[in-house]
Structure formats: structure tokens, C-alpha cells
């Protein structure tokens, strides 16, 4: 089994940033596919950005230009940068993994942008 651990979210302004990060433990492997995805109120869980391990990012139109998503195969963790936030970027937030076909989720982190 895989497990992932979100920290980071929070109450933020709209145009403020915050730093979401996730760390696996268990049977995980750093070829993994890792990402982050997100989930409003009343709407379905929607894509943010994934990454490979080799460094290939993927990201939602809706945050190119303001996200940027890293990992560190060291500490088998990934992280994703999010500044300009806008009230629409409020949502739970889910780290998620894939390997072998397997999909891995976090329980997730509230990010609230709202003045």
C-alpha cells in the first residue's frame, strides 16, 4: 500500500500564494506518477497538474502561468506552488499517485481563497 500526506492548505486572499506539499510513505516507487488534483463544492474532482519522475509537467489550462508543480524523488514527495490565487481556486485539494495501474489518494487539504 501507498500512502500520501497533504500539508499546506489554508485561508488565503485572492492574488496570495500557498505552498501545498505531500509526501508518500509504503510500498511506493519513484516512478511513479505523481500529481495534484481538486475538488469544489457540488463539482467533480478536476485535474491540477501532474508530474512523472523524470520532470514532465501536465498542468489545467485554468492554472497554467500561476501553479507550478515539483517532486523530489529523494524525499518521495511532491509539492505545488500556487500564486495569484483566485476565489475559483477554492477546493479540497488531493495529492494523488499512480503505479502499476494503481491510483493513490491523500485525504486532502482545504485551500479557501476568499477576503
Known amino acids: 500500500q501507498v500512502q500520501l500526506a497533504e500539508s499546506g492548505g489554508g485561508l488565503v486572499q485572492p492574488g496570495g500564494s500557498l505552498r501545498l506539499s505531500c509526501a508518500a510513505s509504503?510500498?511506493?516507487?519513484?516512478?511513479?506518477?505523481m500529481g495534484w488534483y481538486r475538488q469544489a463544492p457540488g463539482e467533480k474532482r478536476e485535474l491540477v497538474a501532474t508530474i512523472s519522475t523524470g520532470g514532465l509537467t501536465r498542468y489545467a489550462d485554468s492554472v497554467k502561468g500561476r501553479f507550478t508543480i515539483t517532486r523530489d524523488n529523494v524525499k518521495k514527495s511532491v509539492y505545488v506552488q500556487m500564486n495569484s490565487l483566485k476565489p475559483e481556486d477554492t477546493a479540497v485539494y488531493y495529492c494523488?499517485?499512480?503505479?502499476?495501474?494503481?491510483?493513490?489518494w491523500g485525504q486532502g487539504t482545504q485551500v479557501i481563497v476568499s477576503s
Open positions: 494523488w499517485s499512480n503505479w502499476g495501474g494503481y491510483d493513490y
Open positions: 509504503g510500498r511506493f516507487s519513484s516512478l511513479s506518477i
